[in-house]
């Protein structure tokens, strides 16, 4: 075989390999092709599921009536399209086209009622977790947003009151305490967020009315601090709780007893627990502390119904501690709203009924500005347990 043959046989078994090569590269293309339309074809099949698995829930939720509304959301149709108008206007909250406001909504209540993960709104909307958690976020922002018209202005008690618990506390605001929520930390934080029974807990400050309506709320303090140290930052603060001169707070043993809070008397019989059974008061002070107990155990009622209401405040929660009270305060925030949507309440199961209260407004007066205990506000509190333990006893001379 010359060169001439050998030039001819090398190009003809390249030229027939390269026939091999682009036969196979043609093979390929379509393969990928066949595969990129059952992909699109399945995942507009994905996306209608989807959607139609949203509007499902959407449609248990908010539309097939109040009592699985209640359920998943803690608040009837009604009250539901209330927030969401209010979330529309006054939080700012947007839409970018890829999720209406009402399933925002719904996926924030949901979380903050039954306390679930991420992971589990995302195969129960069908939505990623990233989806989840930044609309979580953005709706959360618009709820503290809604401070100023949901947080209620204290109504003091008046003469014509004819509340048992409360005819007696002229000028009462309402009734404050704090409450311990366990919260996720670091671990270095853990030992100041330790409380005194040894769980890390946030000392969350509540201040109600006597329809256990919120009037102020100061979560994020350590669960090692004390209520009176919560409640002096909390009166300091620019937009803190404002206490008007001649007006009070009901307030347990654990506070300072000075002008704007009204303490019981240490070491008497206070809680109710101990008048059961007939156990009458046999002077002044016990009277007194029988009286304030009833009084003041609103607030604990209060936090009960809050802690009924949303499962995420009562076990710790994964989010970063300031998310955690931001929470915090959106959980009292939806409470008054609830509380003035709803006619019914079914939470309110658990608890007593309230009495609605007159309405009276405050006029503009000096604001306390510190928490001193001062001898003025010692022999007003005993003229006031004197008074209130003659009158008493004065009712019941003449009913017997």
Same mark, same amino acid.
């Given at each position: 075989?010359?060169?001439?043959?050998?030039?001819?046989?090398? /190009?003809?078994?390249?030229?027939?390999?390269?026939?091999?090569?682009?036969?196979?590269?043609?093979?390929?293309?379509?393969?990928?092709?066949?595969?990129?339309?059952?992909?699109?074809?399945?995942?507009?099949?994905?996306?209608?599921?989807?959607?139609?698995?949203?509007?499902?829930?959407?449609?248990?939720?908010?539309?097939?009536?109040?009592?699985?509304?209640?359920?998943?959301?803690?608040? %009837?149709?009604?009250?539901?399209? *209330?927030?969401?108008?209010?979330?529309?206007?006054?939080?700012?909250?947007? =839409?970018?086209?890829?999720?209406?406001?009402?399933?925002?909504?719904?996926?924030?209540?949901?979380?903050?009622?039954?306390?679930?993960? @991420?992971?589990?709104?995302?195969?129960?909307?069908?939505?990623?977790?990233?989806?989840?958690?930044?609309?979580?976020?953005? *709706?959360?922002?618009?709820?503290?947003?809604?401070?100023?018209?949901?947080? &209620?202005?204290?109504?003091?008690?008046?003469?014509?009151?004819?509340?048992?618990?409360?005819?007696?506390?002229?000028?009462?605001?309402?009734?404050? %305490?704090?409450?311990?929520?366990?919260?996720?930390?670091?671990?270095?934080?853990?030992?100041?967020?330790?409380?005194?029974?040894?769980?890390?807990?946030? $000392?969350?400050?509540?201040?109600? !009315?006597?329809?256990? $309506?919120?009037?102020? =709320?100061?979560?994020?303090?350590?669960?090692?601090?004390? %209520?009176?140290?919560? /409640?002096?930052?909390?009166?300091?603060?620019?937009?803190?709780?404002? *206490?008007?001169?001649?007006?009070?707070?009901? &307030? %347990?043993?654990?506070?300072?007893?000075?002008?704007?809070?009204?303490?019981?008397?240490?070491?008497?019989?206070?809680?109710?627990?101990?008048?059961?059974?007939?156990?009458?008061?046999?002077?002044?002070?016990?009277?007194?502390?029988?009286?304030?107990?009833?009084?003041? @155990?609103?607030?604990?009622?209060?936090?009960?119904?809050?802690?009924?209401?949303?499962?995420?405040?009562?076990?710790?929660?994964?989010?970063?501690?300031?998310?955690?009270?931001?929470?915090?305060?959106?959980?009292?925030?939806?409470?008054?709203?609830?509380?003035?949507?709803?006619?019914?309440?079914?939470?309110?199961?658990?608890? !007593?009924?309230? !009495?609605?209260?007159?309405?009276?407004?405050?006029?503009?007066?000096?604001?306390?500005?510190?928490?001193?205990?001062?001898?003025?506000?010692?022999?007003?509190?005993?003229?006031?347990?004197?008074?209130?333990?003659?009158?008493?006893?004065?009712?019941?001379?003449?009913?017997?």
């Amino acid at each position: 075989m010359d060169e001439m043959d050998i030039v001819v046989f090398v /190009l003809a078994r390249n030229l027939h390999f390269r026939r091999i090569i682009m036969g196979i590269l043609v093979l390929i293309n379509a393969y990928i092709k066949v595969q990129q339309y059952y992909e699109k074809h399945m995942l507009k099949n994905r996306t209608f599921v989807n959607n139609e698995t949203r509007l499902s829930i959407l449609d248990t939720y908010i539309r097939s009536g109040d009592i699985e509304c209640v359920n998943e959301l803690r608040m %009837d149709r009604r009250t539901f399209g *209330v927030l969401c108008e209010l979330l529309r206007h006054n939080g700012r909250l947007k =839409v970018d086209g890829l999720v209406t406001i009402e399933e925002q909504v719904c996926i924030f209540l949901n979380i903050l009622a039954h306390h679930v993960k @991420n992971r589990t709104i995302h195969h129960k909307f069908k939505r990623s977790g990233e989806t989840v958690s930044r609309y979580f976020n953005a *709706v959360l922002s618009g709820v503290l947003r809604l401070q100023a018209s949901l947080l &209620v202005v204290p109504e003091p008690v008046s003469e014509s009151y004819n509340d048992d618990r409360w005819k007696c506390f002229k000028n009462c605001l309402g009734a404050l %305490d704090g409450t311990h929520i366990e919260v996720y930390v670091s671990q270095i934080d853990k030992p100041s967020y330790r409380n005194r029974k040894g769980k890390v807990t946030t $000392n969350m400050l509540g201040v109600c !009315d006597r329809n256990m $309506n919120f009037i102020f =709320v100061l979560p994020g303090w350590e669960g090692s601090a004390s %209520d009176s140290r919560v /409640l002096r930052d909390g009166i300091s603060r620019a937009h803190g709780l404002r *206490v008007p001169e001649g007006y009070y707070y009901l &307030v %347990d043993a654990g506070y300072t007893n000075c002008e704007g809070f009204l303490a019981p008397y240490r070491g008497t019989r206070y809680h109710l627990s101990e008048w059961q059974h007939g156990c009458a008061p046999t002077n002044e002070k016990e009277f007194f502390n029988m009286k304030h107990s009833s009084a003041r @155990n609103i607030i604990e009622r209060c936090f009960g119904l809050l802690k009924i209401r949303w499962a995420i405040l009562r076990s710790p929660s994964f989010y970063p501690i300031k998310t955690q009270c931001r929470i915090m305060t959106a959980c009292c925030l939806l409470h008054n709203l609830i509380r003035r949507e709803m006619s019914y309440d079914p939470m309110e199961a658990e608890l !007593d009924a309230q !009495d609605s209260s007159q309405n009276q407004t405050l006029d503009d007066v000096n604001i306390i500005p510190t928490i001193e205990s001062s001898d003025a506000w010692t022999t007003w509190r005993d003229a006031l347990a004197t008074n209130m333990f003659n009158e008493w006893r004065e009712s019941r001379g003449r009913r017997y």
